[in-house]
């Protein structure tokens, strides 16, 4: 059974930082495209950061510049390092597992889900 467990979120101030991490287990996801997306109360779920199975990074633009997304093919994991948080950047934050290549910035495009952490940025 493949599961996607996601750590590290929390309670910080704006400007402050978050690492959250997202451990694979149940198969190998080095041939796999990872992201993380986040679903804000009464908003849809949207994109924040994807990477490829040969460590090419996408971004939205509302994060780019203060987050990275990385990955450890050997621990089957991927992080996401926060920076600069925002009030706005709270969410439940979810990471996602699609198979080899597809539209990365699409939810519907993943096969795998993990059950989100969530992030709360206080003013």
């Known amino acids: 059974q493949v599961q996607l467990v996601e750590t590290g979120g929390g309670l910080v101030q704006a400007g402050g930082s978050l690492r959250l991490s997202c451990a694979a287990a149940?198969?190998?996801?080095?041939?796999?495209?990872l992201g993380w997306f986040r679903q804000a109360p009464g908003k849809e779920r949207e994109f924040v950061a994807a990477?490829?199975?040969?460590?090419?990074?996408y971004y939205a633009g509302s994060v780019k510049g203060r987050f990275t997304i990385s990955r450890d093919t050997a621990k089957n994991t991927v992080y996401l390092q926060m920076n600069s948080l925002r009030p706005e950047d709270t969410a439940v934050y979810y990471c996602?597992?699609?198979?080899?290549?597809?539209?990365?910035?699409?939810?519907?495009?993943?096969?795998?889900w993990g059950q989100g952490t969530q992030v709360t940025v206080s003013s």
């Open positions: 149940g198969r190998t996801f080095s041939s796999y495209a």
């Open positions: 990477i490829l199975w040969n460590d090419l990074t």
């Open positions: 996602a597992a699609l198979p080899g290549s597809g539209v990365v910035t699409t939810a519907a495009a993943y096969e795998y």
